[in-house]
């Protein structure tokens, strides 16, 4: 394992042999200058990660990978993630834990976090959650367009794409699509269902989670995320799963109070986190926004049967988005080390 300067911003990533571990670590090494990450895998026994196409030995999380560490970046299974807060804990908040797997949000300090630009952690807190991408991406852009006009209501569909189940998941969806086109058998260990050239509303009955409580996690953050905003209505919500491996789409429909002007609809909506793409530009798509920070917002369109109405349609990377969180909150840490 390498050794880090003691003047560097020190950062233990846990599960970095992860489809987001990796991310995570690409990014953390971009943005965070004056910083060093160690990896550690997922699990409690050592494992093998990947670094520019060569196989790399990952040692196992325990006591000693943290006594130098100012935070704990969890994005493994929810064993590492428990121990990591546990470590923490013992420590009486002396390192901060970051989890970008919600396995921890239940716990009491645990504080759900997205990036609002301007808002800093505040003192005493230790335990991060990142907030569900979705969720994220969905009450940033209700928050910019309430600013505009107030909202009455809104209705929202969620396609979720296979790298939120990890490498297993986009691994599953990959196989299935080969397999369909070779008429093989299909792997159904993740969804317990025909993914590849199909939409899914329910994942199979024995798929070791449950497509409705992502859902009902969306929602949850939804609602927390709001709460400073209460003239914001919570959203309706709709999770579909889709044969694609990277990156959200998000369908919106929002009624506001008064009559609107769709063509003042994407200058009130653009920001530094929205991408706003006008008529004639290529409209936001999943692929495009793989590897994008922040959100690509377009297609905007004017309901033709309420005059108080608009569709639109957003994207953003889905792993690229929880690391986005996790480099705010690392960055409100080291603003706040003595």
């Known amino acids: 394992m390498a050794k880090a300067s003691a003047s560097l911003f020190q950062i233990a990533l846990l599960g970095g042999e992860t489809l987001l571990g990796g991310e995570l670590k690409d990014v953390f090494e971009a943005q965070l200058k004056d910083s060093f990450v160690n990896s550690y895998a997922a699990t409690g026994e050592g494992s093998f990660g990947e670094k520019e196409g060569e196989a790399v030995y990952l040692d196992p999380f325990d006591a000693k990978a943290i006594q130098s560490a100012a935070a704990i970046v969890a994005a493994g299974a929810a064993a590492g993630s428990l121990k990591a807060y546990e470590l923490a804990k013992n420590l009486k908040g002396q390192v901060a834990v970051i989890d970008c797997g919600g396995h921890l949000e239940q716990e009491p300090e645990a504080r759900i976090v997205a990036p609002i630009p301007g808002e800093a952690n505040p003192p005493g807190v230790w335990l991060f959650v990142t907030a569900q991408p979705a ?24 396609f979720e794409p296979a790298s939120e189940r990890g490498k297993p998941g986009a691994a599953e969806l990959h196989q299935q699509t080969t397999s369909l086109l070779a008429f093989r058998g299909l792997d159904k260990d993740i969804f317990d269902a025909q993914l590849g ?108 049967n309420n005059p108080r109405a608009a569709w639109l349609w957003v994207v953003c990377d889905n792993l690229r988005a929880t690391a986005d969180i996790a480099v705010t909150v690392l960055r409100s840490i080291k603003a706040q080390r003595p």
């Not at 006009?149 to 809104?154: D, K, L, V």
């Not at 070791?208 to 003239?231: D, G, M, N, Y």
């Open 135 to 158: 969720a994220a991406a969905i009450v940033e852009t209700l928050r910019r367009l309430a600013r505009w006009r107030p909202i009455t209501r809104s209705v929202i569909n969620v």
């Open 197 to 304: 050239f199909n939409l899914l509303p329910q994942y199979g009955p024995a798929a070791p989670l449950k497509l409705a409580a992502v859902e009902r996690r969306i929602e949850r953050h939804i609602a927390l995320l709001l709460k400073p905003q209460p003239s914001v209505p919570t959203p309706s919500v709709r999770l579909v799963q889709v044969p694609v491996f990277h990156a959200y789409s998000i369908s919106f429909w929002i009624e506001f109070a008064t009559d609107i002007v769709i063509s003042e609809f994407g200058h009130a909506l653009a920001s530094a986190q929205i991408e706003v793409r006008e008529s004639g530009q290529e409209v936001p798509h999943s692929i495009g926004a793989a590897g994008h920070s922040g959100l690509i917002a377009g297609d905007i369109r004017a309901d033709r």
